[in-house]
């Protein structure tokens, strides 16, 4: 076997579903049923999900650090609300469509400024373009509504037939549906010859323009698909919340995205997902617990990530659970073993 064919099919390989995947996704959709109370809260984290996953798809895979990816978010949120607002559109699902062309728009504009230089001059452009766009938004406030938001934002059925019900069920099914989608579509392109370029460009850009790669090209491409998928989830946020304000572009919301992708790790795209699920219950417990020191304990989990390392926190997750399973499997044997010779 050559290199190439061996490169493809270590590439079909990990292109594959595997057990675990469909098992995690049955997991998030049984919760809906599971736990008709947390609606609300479910639902914030599959936006943070979606969010994270668009992050990770710049960080993770092309190596571009960002500290203002809330400019795409709060593009797309904005979008959505104006477009429900004046009744531009109606329809949940197309205008939800359209936010997240804006927020691409965007993203295809700033990204021949975020491709140059090195990892800090690129977290102060990132940074500068939010705090731009939150200042923008505060500037024209007869559009935005200023510091007040949006006002009388009042969302139609999805498709016409799902109303936005006030316990939030209507929102997490369509929160979920539509991180499933963008996860499928995000899990096609990273295992596709685009995705193993941009690991390429990420491991060394020097190389991989050296053996053919347009490295300003694919990164472009990337920082507009990503901030499309940014755009969506802030679009989601004013849909199933019927808000949007100058919050949506706060550095506290790119700064949490980078504790959920620090928490959950990147290069892979369930990373953000766990890391928003990991992130909002510890962020829930640690604020009932010690509602004025929560971030404390939270960064205090995020030294010891780093000190102790993912790979051996979660080796000692699942000791217990591996031990138990020796024990299972070692006792069936040892049962099996007098049956058969018998």
Known sequence: ??????VGYHAQRQARWHYGEAAFWLVVLACGFLFPTRYLIMTDILRLALFAMSLDLILGYAGIVSLGHAAFFGVGAYAAGLLALHGIINEPVLAL???????????????????????LTRLMVTLGIALLLEALAERFSNITGGTDGLQGIEMQPILGEIPFDMFGKAGFFYSLAVLFVLFLLARRIVHSPFGLSLRAIKNNPLRAAAIGIPVNRRLIAICTLAAFYAGIAGALFTQTTAIASLDVFAFDRSADLMLVLVIGGTGYL???LVGAVIFRILQEVFSTITPQYWQFWIGLVLVVIVLVGRKRLHRWVL???????KQVVGRKAAVAVP???A
């Open 319 to 325: 000791y217990v659970p591996n031990l138990i399973i």
């Open 97 to 119: 469509i359209a936010a997240g062309l804006a927020a691409m728009v965007l993203g295809f504009a700033t990204s021949f400024l975020v491709i140059r230089g090195v990892d």
């Open 270 to 272: 369930y990373g953000g």
């Open 339 to 341: 049956e058969s010779d």
């Open 1 to 6: 076997m050559n290199a190439s064919s061996d």
